[in-house]
């Protein structure tokens, strides 16, 4: 069964930091896609970044507006994914989800996790 | 960006009924793909490459379109389909979706 569950969310001041972590099982995680992907209080869903396999260097692509603040890495020894927030805004404030690319392709989100919630406020 | 416009906004079906949901894109896509979250969970992956059903998902489902018009249908409504719906697409960075489509149950 493919799981990912995600952890490190909570309250944050602006201006602070938090790192996510995402721990998978029940696939190929070295093979894998990895993302993150944010739900905002009002339901807009907005991909953030990617990170794909060591076939490809671990190429690393960001939405521009959280290019610089944010930072996407993975650590294949513990099948695991990672999303560090720095210089938070209130605007982040949203449900974070790790998703998995790879089960139909690599342009699609195939399997997410149940998502952490962030809140960015003083 | 691409923008994915989703109608209608809201809508219900009673069981056995058809239900279509349009996404329009901004620009062309190659391809679109469709989302389902039920209340409180997160989003599950129903159709892949615009017309293909992910694993497990039933058959009432079905995707279809090309270029900019897209759309979502279930053949006969259940109770289990009311959730929103969203489409997405990966044809030019950045992925994007649309803000989908609340389906309920009448």
């Known amino acids: 069964e493919v799981q990912l569950v995600e952890t490190g969310g909570g309250l944050v001041q602006p201006g602070n930091s938090l790192k996510l972590s995402c721990a998978t099982s029940?696939?190929?995680?070295?093979?894998?896609?990895m993302n993150w992907i944010r739900q905002t209080p009002g339901k807009r869903l907005e991909w953030l970044a990617q990170?794909?396999?060591?076939?490809?260097?671990?190429?690393?692509s960001y939405l521009e507006s959280v290019k610089g603040r944010f930072t996407i890495s993975r650590d294949d020894s513990k099948s695991s994914v990672y999303l560090q927030m720095n210089n938070l805004k209130e605007e982040d404030t949203a449900i974070y989800y790790c998703?998995?690319?790879?089960?139909?392709?690599?342009?699609?989100?195939?399997?997410w996790g149940q998502g952490v919630m962030v809140t960015v406020s003083s | 960006e691409i923008v994915l416009t989703q109608s209608p906004t809201t809508t219900a079906a009673s069981p056995g009924e058809k239900v279509t949901i349009t996404c329009l894109a901004s620009?062309?896509?190659?391809?679109m793909y469709w989302y389902q979250q039920k209340s409180g969970a997160s989003p599950k992956l129903l159709i892949y490459?615009?017309?293909s059903l992910a694993s497990g998902v039933p058959d009432r489902f079905s995707g279809s379109g090309s270029g900019t018009s897209y759309s979502l249908t279930i053949n006969t409504m259940e109770a289990e389909d009311a959730a929103t719906y969203y489409c997405q697409q990966w044809s030019s960075n950045p992925p994007t979706f649309g803000s989908g489509t609340k389906l309920e149950i009448k």
């Open positions: 998703t998995w690319s790879g089960n139909y392709g690599y342009n699609s989100f195939d399997y």
């Open positions: 990170i794909e396999d060591k076939s490809n260097n671990y190429f690393i």
């Open positions: 620009s062309s896509v190659s391809n």
């Open positions: 490459s615009t017309s």
């Open positions: 029940g696939f190929t995680f070295s093979t894998a896609w």
